[in-house]
């Protein structure tokens, strides 16, 4: 291994490991902020710089709480399986960062340092495969905090973000699967750049349904809200990290966070055109500005959705997934489809076929969710009388 | 038929209107912001709540409907101890439900009873706000307070407020209830006006019982002396 490739390693990951954690610091705040406004509170805004009166709205909320875990007693209960309690929030944080390996961001120091003109971390040609893949890891980290933990609650957090996780999967391959078929390519950068000059997926009609279904799922996949049954505090305490205190709370709250920047990442590379926008032409670098701006533009939609609705059931949960986003998802790839071969000449105008896939699409949704509204009757006592 | 998912854009709708709202209008929110003051101190009563920045202290007098209600010693002005309506009688403290008063009586040092307090303590973190205390006291000194602020940086003992806390005069209690303050010094003229009208009706009756006796004194003396001429006379 030659010295200039480590370097270029290094160009390429030491980035991600700074910025997206510091970007995860201030989502905290962001996050509180913004639900302490929607409940008409004003949030934190004491902690500014130590030993002044300069308190920055707040913004050092997120290196208090840093410190404030840093120095909390690491508690690991009696019957808890310490190896594996020790381990998995280390599994569930490295997933996480993996994935964000596979976003095309080219930051513009990158050009300036290496020797190659723009270093990456993972050029692959399978990106998206190996995204899915990679988060699938998420579950197992997840799954094996709630078993060591030794606690009933941490278990049926555990068993319940298996049952939600395994489910929510589907639909979110099944809908980045019509993006792959327009494109050809399961290169990011590739279908990064088949979106230049506003050929947005989002903007079609089968990549707006795709894009729902996958902004849905990927809201179960990282345990937001109103998702978020496999930590529901009202039921469950806090689901499988009850049992976690300290550093390594932290550390699934930091996974948490990053892998919530990796989907909504793989979301604006898959429909919102990566990093394309206005004065990306004549600045290159202002790509990653665009880039990260959609990401966090996604992610305030997940914290207003939180601020939002409330929690559903379990067997709502189940069968939203299952009755609802997967028919929807394999009908939209077949729509996707016929709308990508179609011979799209004076017959079927473009406008015709957009419409018409909308259309149907929408029927499909609004039919799918009629079967699944069981008729409600007033309740019947069999036994009672 | 309705647009499918409109229930939640319906709601997220209400949260961004509350989200906006609590930019502009102060009324919206529920907690109060500081952070603005020179001083870590808080606001002690309500004379003393600001709700903006740049307002004045004294501009804030009227009772909110976020306030707490916990007693407070009545004093008619001046120095606040030589005035002060409360005589330690101890009947609060015996009533007091969850027993948050202690009283301890003033003595001169010639150890006789003064009649006001030596201590008055009420722990407010105890305190029902029950008002039983207000009814039994006859002296009218006990009446209740509102304050708005109570919240205090200390955890050991700064929910108990000192007799010095507690006191305060006739007038302040006129400005935050001046309906109660003026039923109660009207009812408070009344009694004395009864007591006194009643002592004067002693006080004549006395007299006249006097009189009376003077009189009925002098007839006895007068007939005496009139036997005692008849006695001369045989």
């Known amino acids: ?385 | 038929m309705n647009i499918l998912g409109a229930g939640i854009f319906k709601g997220l709708g209400v949260t961004l209107k509350n989200f906006v709202g609590s930019y502009f209008d102060k009324e919206r929110l529920t907690t109060n912001d500081y952070s603005w003051r020179p001083d870590d101190k808080l606001p002690q009563s309500v004379g003393e709540y600001p709700k903006e920045e740049g307002e004045q202290l004294s501009d804030t007098t009227t009772v909110t409907n976020y306030s707490r209600n916990f007693p407070m010693l009545l004093h008619d002005g001046g120095e606040p101890m030589d005035t002060v309506r409360c005589v330690a009688c101890k009947i609060c403290e015996r009533e007091c439900p969850p027993q948050c008063i202690y009283i301890e009586k003033d003595y001169d040092e010639n150890g006789k009873h003064i009649k006001r307090p030596a201590v008055f303590d009420i722990d407010v973190s105890v305190c029902m706000s029950c008002q039983i205390c207000v009814e039994v006291c006859p002296f009218d000194a006990i009446v209740m307070n509102s304050q708005f602020e109570l919240s205090t940086p200390n955890r050991f003992g700064g929910l108990l407020l000192r007799r010095d806390d507690l006191l305060k005069s006739n007038d302040y209690y006129h400005q935050i209830h001046p309906e109660e303050a003026a039923a109660r010094d009207q009812q408070m003229a009344e009694a004395k006006a009864a007591k006194e009208a009643k002592k004067k009706a002693a006080a004549e009756a006395a007299k006249k019982k006097a009189e009376e006796k003077a009189k009925a004194e002098a007839e006895a003396k007068a007939r005496e002396v009139a036997e005692d001429k008849t006695e001369d006379t045989e």
């Open chain 1, 1 to 385: 291994m030659s010295l200039d490739l480590i370097k270029d390693i290094l160009i390429a990951t030491v980035p991600l490991l700074v910025i997206f954690p510091s970007l995860f610091a201030f989502t905290t705040w962001l996050e509180r902020k913004t639900l302490a406004r929607i409940q008409n509170r004003i949030g934190p805004n004491k902690v500014g710089i130590p030993c002044t009166r300069i308190s920055l709205f707040g913004l050092g909320q997120p290196a208090a709480d840093g410190i404030k875990m840093l120095f909390k007693e690491d508690i690991v209960p009696n019957g808890a399986d310490r190896l594996f309690h020790l381990l998995a929030p280390i599994l569930a944080l490295i997933p996480a960062m993996l994935v964000l390996c596979f976003l095309p961001l080219e930051f513009p120091w990158s050009k300036l340092m290496s020797a190659k003109s723009g270093v990456q971390a993972f050029l692959l040609d399978g990106a998206v495969i190996f995204f899915f893949a990679i988060t699938g890891l998420n579950t197992l980290a997840i799954f094996m905090a709630g078993w060591a933990s030794r606690n009933k609650y941490s278990l049926l957090g555990g068993m319940r973000a298996i049952a939600q996780m395994v489910s929510y999967e589907i639909p979110l391959v099944l809908s980045a699967v019509v993006v792959v078929m327009s494109v050809g390519s399961l290169n990011a950068a590739d279908i990064a750049k088949a979106q230049e000059g506003w050929n947005w997926f989002v903007l079609t009609p089968w990549g707006l349904v795709a894009f729902i279904i996958f902004f849905i799922a990927a809201l179960a996949e990282t345990n937001r809200s109103p998702f978020d049954l496999p930590e529901a505090e009202s039921e469950l305490i806090a689901g499988y990290f009850t049992e976690y205190s300290g550093f390594k709370f932290a550390l699934f709250f930091l996974g948490e966070y990053i892998s919530m920047f990796a989907i909504s990442g793989l979301a604006v590379v898959l429909f919102l055109g990566g990093g394309a926008g206005p004065g990306v032409a004549a600045f290159p670098w202002i790509a990653v500005v665009w880039f990260l701006a959609k990401i966090f533009g996604l992610i305030l939609v997940m914290i207003w959705l939180r601020g939002t609705l409330p929690r559903l059931r379990v067997d709502q949960l189940m069968a939203f997934a299952w009755k609802f986003l997967l028919p929807l998802s394999i009908l939209n790839i077949l729509v996707a489809g016929f709308a990508r071969f179609i011979p799209q000449d004076s017959l079927f105008p473009k406008v015709v076929v957009w419409l018409v896939s909308f259309g149907v699409l929408y029927a499909a949704a609004w039919g799918l969710n009629k079967l699944n509204r069981a008729d409600v009757k007033p309740r019947e006592y069999k036994y009672a009388e």
